[in-house]
């Protein structure tokens, strides 16, 4: 960032937005470039800023209690999901903290149905999630950005690894 270094919160970043476009406004002298440069540097650091401010009970947030308060019984409840997916083959399965997200799966979504899950129209894929859920914000979130924010584990079943060297060997 060129113009909002060491910004640390919405505040901040208002007050400094506001001096640097009286400073460069094309009607105070200044030029129609720098202005471009604060207002897409502005947008960026805006975005971010807000997205920490809505979800302020992340893990960096959080007391060291809740850091290392760990829930065996939603981590028994995921695996025993997962085993029951590994009947079915060719599916995509991602752990993305405690909710399990299921794709290229058309043809099981009567069974998946039946196992609880529950069908995700914006993101066309499957999901289960073992924990109050609370959305903070009206937006939808994509799925690079929830990966991104919780991490993501995709289980591979022993079926998918064994098919996969055949047809590279082919």
Same mark, same amino acid.
């Given at each position: 960032?060129?113009? @909002?270094?060491?910004?640390?919160?919405?505040?901040?970043?208002?007050?400094?937005?506001?001096?640097?476009?009286?400073?460069?406004?094309?009607?105070? +002298?200044?030029?129609?470039?720098?202005?471009?440069?604060?207002?897409?540097?502005?947008?960026?650091?805006?975005?971010?800023?807000?997205?920490?401010?809505?979800?302020?009970?992340?893990?960096?947030?959080?007391?060291?209690?809740?850091?290392?308060?760990?829930?065996?019984?939603?981590? *028994?409840?995921?695996?025993?999901?997962?085993?029951?997916?590994?009947?079915?083959? +060719?599916?995509?399965?991602?752990?993305?903290?405690?909710?399990?997200?299921?794709?290229?799966?058309?043809?099981?979504?009567?069974?998946?149905?039946?196992?609880? @899950?529950?069908?995700?129209?914006?993101?066309?894929?499957?999901?289960?999630? @073992?924990?109050?859920?609370?959305? @903070?914000?009206?937006?939808?979130?994509?799925?690079?950005?929830?990966?991104?924010?919780?991490?993501?584990?995709?289980?591979?079943?022993? *079926?998918?690894?064994?098919?996969?060297?055949?047809?590279?060997?082919?």
């Amino acid at each position: 960032m060129k113009w @909002f270094k060491d910004v640390k919160s919405l505040e901040e970043l208002r007050k400094l937005y506001r001096r640097l476009v009286m400073e460069h406004h094309p009607d105070n +002298g200044g030029s129609e470039d720098i202005i471009k440069e604060v207002n897409a540097e502005y947008d960026i650091l805006f975005k971010r800023l807000k997205s920490d401010f809505e979800h302020k009970d992340t893990y960096k947030d959080a007391t060291d209690k809740q850091k290392q308060a760990y829930d065996w019984q939603k981590d *028994k409840l995921i695996r025993e999901k997962v085993m029951q997916l590994a009947r079915f083959e +060719g599916i995509k399965v991602e752990i993305i903290g405690v909710w399990i997200w299921v794709s290229n799966c058309y043809d099981y979504r009567k069974e998946l149905k039946g196992l609880g @899950f529950h069908w995700a129209r914006q993101k066309q894929m499957w999901y289960l999630h @073992f924990d109050d859920f609370h959305k @903070f914000s009206s937006k939808p979130a994509s799925m690079s950005y929830i990966r991104e924010k919780y991490g993501c584990v995709e289980v591979r079943f022993k *079926k998918d690894t064994e098919e996969k060297k055949k047809l590279a060997k082919v």
